[in-house]
């Protein structure tokens, strides 16, 4: 299951939570976010260890800006509330796997 993030609840899905985290950045007018969604989507449903956020840029800017998201879609991997890896487009799922090792 993806958790929708947004400012108010940033902190606590992200930040402080105390599995890894794998943040997506996308728009709904996102042509490449479309065919990322149900990677992520699947990658939520094969790894539970793995807590699966998204994050609408459009409706978050101040999320957007503070990552420096200039290009979606653009998934951020974090643990212990630290930011370890990003990528930015469209990924296979093995390699959204990979930015967590």
Not at 21 to 26: G, I, N, S, T
Not at 28 to 50: F, L, T
Not at 62 to 84: C, H, Q, R, W, Y
């Amino acid at each position: 299951m993806t958790v929708t993030v947004t400012k108010d609840n940033f902190e606590n899905e992200v930040l402080k939570s105390e599995k890894p985290v794998l943040v997506e950045f996308w728009a709904a007018w996102c042509g490449p976010c479309k065919m990322m969604s149900p990677i992520v989507d699947q990658m939520s449903e094969e790894h539970p260890e793995i807590k699966v956020c998204k994050i609408n840029s459009d409706e978050q800017p101040e999320l957007s800006a503070k990552f420096n998201i200039l290009s979606i879609p653009t998934v951020i991997a974090f643990k212990d509330g630290k930011m370890v890896n990003q990528s930015v487009g469209v990924a296979p799922k093995d390699r959204l796997v990979a930015m967590f090792s």
